[in-house]
């Protein structure tokens, strides 16, 4: 199985939103709604942003959500601050093996 | 609150072999499926291996499927990972990560393992 496909980058001004895309299949993004979105900063662990496809954990802050249509899940930043700049992975169960996108790199301008 | 350790990283050389080890803390680690997931230098995540609750249902990526062995050891909140036959692509952070169908709320600090001659 690829890799999900994710932009390598993208960037925002502090306050505008962006939004983040990560296609995969049928047989994984497109089948199961159980998409999680990761924030990773340099050096540090992934920290869970999104689960089962727009569900947030305790903690994390509204302005992150998530959406699905057809065989690509999205991620949106709202009110962009200078903390969100990382890197950023969605992962989709597939079956047995769930399956991570290469990444995503947003900058904060 | 939730703790993940992981430990047993370190250099080794082509085909030789290294046990990665995850104390767990701050829950009940036994009703909870575990997993690894790694990271090669300035790359991406790529998941690992997974194991559930009670050990009965393990998975692998096709990449590390019969070289590494995953287990677990609930009375001492502990999850391993065996890994032989090591290769170059195989260097990496290995993380221990809390959660099931690639949802992992909970994940430790990560332990280098360095496959070199």
């Known amino acids: 199985q690829s890799a999900l496909t994710q932009p390598a980058s993208v960037s925002g001004s502090p306050g505008q939103s962006i939004t983040i895309s990560c296609t995969g299949t049928?047989?994984?993004?497109?089948?199961?709604?159980?998409v999680s979105w990761y924030q990773q900063h340099p050096g540090k662990a992934p920290k869970l942003m999104i689960y089962?496809?727009?569900k947030r954990p305790s903690g994390v802050s509204n302005r992150f959500s998530g959406s699905k249509s057809g065989n690509t899940a999205s991620l949106t930043i709202s009110g962009l601050q200078a903390e969100d700049e990382a890197d950023y992975y969605c992962?989709?169960?597939?079956?047995?093996?769930?399956?991570f996108g290469g990444g995503t790199k947003l900058t904060v301008l | 609150e939730v703790q993940l350790v992981e430990s047993g990283g370190g250099l080794v050389k082509p085909g030789g072999s290294l046990r990665l080890s995850c104390a767990a803390s701050?829950?009940?680690?036994?009703?909870?499926?575990m997993n690894w997931v790694r990271q090669a230098p300035g790359k991406g995540l790529e998941w690992v291996s997974s194991?559930?609750?009670?050990?009965?249902?393990?998975y692998y990526a096709d990449s590390v499927k019969g070289r590494f062995t995953i287990s677990r050891d609930n009375a001492k909140n502990s999850l391993y990972l065996q890994m032989n036959s090591l290769r170059a692509e195989d260097t990496a952070v290995y993380y221990c990560?809390?959660?099931?169908?690639?949802?992992?709320?909970?994940w430790g600090q990560g332990t280098l393992v360095t496959v070199s001659s």
């Open positions: 194991i559930s609750s009670s050990s009965s249902y393990i």
């Open positions: 049928s047989s994984d993004v497109g089948s199961y709604n159980l």
């Open positions: 089962e496809g727009s």
């Open positions: 701050g829950f009940t680690f036994s009703s909870y499926s």
């Open positions: 990560a809390r959660g099931k169908s690639g949802s992992y709320g909970y």
């Open positions: 992962c989709s169960y597939a079956g047995s093996s769930p399956l």
